[in-house]
């Protein structure tokens, strides 16, 4: 379905040191930087797939994406997308696919959502009967009835991205692209939007690429993980995998009186204190009872706090991993 | 056609929307018009046999000029589109299956043709009921008219299309200010926006009349009045015809260009 190979891409920036004698030498010589925002990038989704997009601010993640929309042009590559590559054949392609970019908007700013959604029917040319459908379904599931008639400039955020997601999905698109779709929502409009487009996929089949920060966006949809760094992707596996490649240890917290324990195979000791010691564990050699067994058998425990780490740790791991 | 004209008709709407920025506009407007015409009028009084236009077409070129301001002035631009590249919004519009030179073409003319619905009657009918030598005048024949409505949707599309390519500059420029400003100066005083092109002095006339300007409001409002009439206000259309073809045609290429280096800002 989407097939990517050896995908460059380039920006050229003028580049120079801030202050006024700079800026001065500048207007006769500028220094440019090539910045190589993609590198050799590959990968292949198939239909129906909901991949999650991560890397670090300035990745190429939003590049990448951009390329795929057809927006913008890749130095050398091939890129292949339901037989088509993107901007070469621009106006056909963007028919079958979806957008949301999370921090731009789609819709006109001082006329009523309704109002965009009856332009975007008329630029995709959907039948009467379809869009009926489909603006119906989609208003019920994230509840938007009462505010179709709203201009988009007095929604909050999180209404004006439940309309986005409706505004790009009104065509049925086979594919969608997310770009930071959950910025800047509450915890409820975050978990609207991740219901919504959990069910999206699996009723409709539609093929979901998703790029985010949020780890819980990508705990909640995603199968499969991209991990792009410094333009390269880094890694392509399942949150399984990434689990096991980012040393998914558990770390035991133990207060204690009496003399500091001594640590059992499968432990190994992260700080110790008077009174407290921190021990990471490794799960396949000693679970977390045998580990509480072997210090309450020397000390006196008063208390024990068990903790896995979080995704988002593990994440911020393999960016340190992978110097990036 | 269809996605184009919707596109028309959301901008239309919503231009009308901004109903008091169409009366403090046509308050300017009238106020404008009218002080021009009374310094013209001190003028002719000195020596009405000095002047290339008649005092009745001068006063009804001014008058149209005020009533009809937005379809005709080149500084009218659509700050929208100039957001959506600073922004990097044209993301979106890139991302759908629509001609993006036919999107913009479209937005633009329906914000200036809903600006000048909104503010000509008021100022028409005022301009048609102030005393004789001040007042707007009929056109000398039906023809005559007929020739005016073709030669105004000609002119709009000449406007528009030179727009376009202040737009298309934008991508590379980024900053729209400087270009905009001069481009639009130098185009509405070559297109008669300040005094009718026959004032202007021999042989600068000529050079202004040859000028894809001169197919901007220079036409139509000196059409209605019969100053340029028959086989002249036919050749005059015809002129408009060629500048519009070749500065759409112009646009498209250089469109077509800028999208393949286009840079999306801000992420």
């Not at chain 1, 994230?142 to 997601?165: A, H, N, V």
């Not at chain 1, 939007?193 to 705990?219: A, C, P, W, Y």
């Not at chain 1, 896995?308 to 994440?315: C, L, R």
Request: positive net charge.
């Amino acid at each position: 379905m989407i097939h990517l190979e050896g995908i460059n891409k380039t920006f050229r920036v003028a580049r120079r040191k801030s202050g006024f004698g700079r800026a001065l030498q500048a207007l006769f010589s500028r220094e440019y930087e090539l910045i190589h925002a993609l590198q050799d990038v590959s990968f292949s989704i198939s239909q129906g797939e909901m991949v999650g997009y991560i890397g670090p601010n300035g990745a190429g993640k939003s590049t990448t994406i951009k390329i795929m929309c057809g927006i913008l042009r890749p130095d050398s590559g091939v890129c292949n997308i339901d037989g088509r590559t993107p901007w070469q054949d621009r106006i056909d392609h963007v028919r079958n696919i979806g957008v949301v970019f999370g921090q731009r908007s789609q819709l006109w700013w001082d006329v009523p959502v309704g109002d965009s959604f009856d332009l975007i029917r008329d630029i995709y040319k959907i039948d009467a009967r379809r869009y009926k459908r489909n603006l119906e379904e989609l208003v019920a599931l994230l509840d938007l009835e009462e505010i179709l008639k709203t201009p988009t400039r007095t929604l909050s955020l999180g209404q004006r991205m439940r309309c986005e997601l409706v505004a790009s999905l009104l065509h049925s698109p086979k594919i969608l692209f997310l770009d930071e779709p959950t910025i800047g929502l509450d915890a409820v409009s975050k978990i609207a939007v991740r219901q919504f487009i959990k069910d999206l996929n699996s009723r409709r089949g539609t093929t979901v690429i998703l790029t985010t920060h949020d780890m819980q966006d990508i705990e909640a949809l995603t199968e499969r993980i991209l991990l792009i760094g410094k333009g390269r992707i880094l890694m392509d596996g399942s949150l399984e995998e990434l689990k096991k490649r980012s040393s998914w240890r558990k770390t035991i917290t133990f207060e204690y009186l009496g003399p500091q324990p001594a640590l059992d195979a499968g432990m190994t000791l992260r700080e110790a204190r008077p009174g407290r010691i921190v021990v990471y564990l490794e799960p396949e050699v000693c679970s977390a009872a045998e580990a509480i067994a072997h210090i309450s058998r020397q000390v006196e425990v008063k208390d024990v706090s068990v903790a896995g780490i979080s995704a988002e740790e593990m994440v911020a791991g393999l960016y340190r991993e992978y110097d990036i | 056609m269809k996605p184009y004209l919707a596109i028309f008709r959301l901008r239309f709407i919503n231009g009308l929307q901004y109903r008091s920025a169409a009366l403090a506009g046509m308050a300017t407007q009238f106020a404008w018009g009218f002080m021009e015409i009374l310094a013209f009028a001190a003028f002719y009084k000195a020596n009405p046999a000095a002047f290339p236009m008649e005092f009745s077409h001068t006063v009804s070129y001014i008058w149209l000029q005020q009533a009809f301001l937005a379809l005709f002035m080149v500084w009218f631009f659509e700050g929208e589109i100039f957001d959506s590249i600073t922004t990097g919004n044209i993301a979106y519009e890139l991302a759908r299956p629509i001609d993006l030179y036919g999107r913009w073409f479209s937005q633009t003319a329906a914000n200036r043709v809903a600006k000048a619905v909104l503010r000509s009657l008021p100022i028409l009918l005022v301009a048609a009921l102030v005393p004789a030598p001040y007042r707007l005048s009929l056109p000398p024949a039906a023809g005559q008219f007929i020739l005016f409505l073709i030669s105004v949707l000609l002119s709009l599309g000449v406007v528009v299309s030179f727009s376009m390519l202040i737009y298309i500059t934008t991508v590379y420029t980024l900053s729209a200010a400087g270009g905009r400003l001069i481009a639009a100066a130098l185009a509405d005083f070559l297109a008669g926006a300040i005094i009718p092109l026959p004032f202007f002095p021999q042989p600068f006339r000529a050079i202004a009349e040859v000028l894809p300007f001169a197919a901007m409001q220079n036409m139509p409002l000196r059409i209605y009045s019969g100053n340029i009439a028959g086989r002249a206000a036919l050749w005059g259309i015809g002129i408009q015809i060629f500048w519009l073809a070749v500065l759409t045609l112009f646009g498209r290429v250089m469109m077509k260009k800028a999208l393949g280096k286009v840079v999306v800002q801000g992420g």
